[in-house]
T-cell receptor, first 114, second 111 residues
Framework: GAVVSQHPSRVICKSGTSVKIECRSL??????MFWYRQFPKQSLMLMAT?????????EQGVEKDKFLINHASLTLSTLTVTSAHPEDSSFYIC??????????FGPGTRLTVL | LAKTTQPISMDSYEGQEVNITCSHN???????ITWYQQFPSQGPRFIIQ???TKVTNEVASLFIPADRKSSTLSLPRVSLSDTAVYYC????????????FGQGTTLQVKP
């Protein structure tokens, strides 16, 4: 299947700093990318949907000013966690949807905020 | 978006066939059914997708009855490495394609 990468795979930061996570579709163009968050022992929770060249659509309860999403090209979307706090510590997963409507997930990024 | 219901957990032994059933009573006409597998600290991995009847690939089979209100993922001869969480999702290709995850089924394969 198609490959979606995330960088970094894990990051540790101090409270109050901002962290950027990259999601790339390596061998296909992604018309839409999605960002999920997963806490331990829980399911994936959809945070937002991003389309190339337009503003992201956030799910209810997700702060758009807290979680900045940029989808500058058909192969790259970034999620920036601004002013991170310990409660933002989680596993962040992106997915990318191809023109053929298939959806592939990245390996995830483990964020730990101290 | 159609909501799905699956058993929270299942146990099996190596070499057995495992069937995980998912209910999706509100599935729409243009919705497809997709199953994903997730290991700890990894992203979900696509297993199989179907619309109706039966679909089979190298790792699993998917059975969908005529009313499409449920589906069953069948894993033949499971091994210890099949221990994972399995998610059933329903989404249409005509909308934004959002995949909303339910709680999933934690499959524990024992030796």
């Amino acid at each position: 299947g198609a490959v979606v990468s995330q960088h970094p795979s894990r990051v540790i930061c101090k409270s109050g700093t901002s962290v950027k996570i990259e999601c790339r579709s390596l061998d296909f163009q992604a018309t839409t990318m999605f960002w999920y968050r997963q806490f331990p022992k829980q399911s994936l929770m959809l945070m937002a949907t991003s389309n190339e060249g337009s503003k992201a659509t956030y799910e209810q309860g997700v702060e758009k000013d807290k979680f900045l999403i940029n989808h500058a090209s058909l192969t790259l979307s970034t999620l920036t966690v601004t002013s991170a706090h310990p409660e933002d510590s989680s596993f962040y997963i992106c997915s990318a949807r191809s023109r053929a409507q298939e959806q592939f997930f990245g390996p995830g990024t483990r964020l730990t905020v101290l | 978006l159609a909501k799905t219901t699956q058993p929270i957990s299942m146990d099996s032994y190596e070499g057995q066939e495992v069937n995980i059933t998912c209910s999706h009573n509100n599935i729409a006409t243009n919705d497809y059914i997709t199953w994903y597998q997730q290991f700890p600290s990894q992203g979900p991995r696509f297993i199989i997708q179907g619309y109706k009847t039966k679909v089979t690939n190298e790792v699993a089979s998917l059975f969908i009855p005529a009313d499409r209100k449920s589906s069953t993922l069948s894993l033949p001869r499971v091994s210890l490495s099949d221990t994972a969480v399995y998610y059933c999702l329903v989404a249409g290709s005509g909308n934004t394609g959002k995949l909303i995850f339910g709680q999933g089924t934690t499959l524990q394969v024992k030796p």
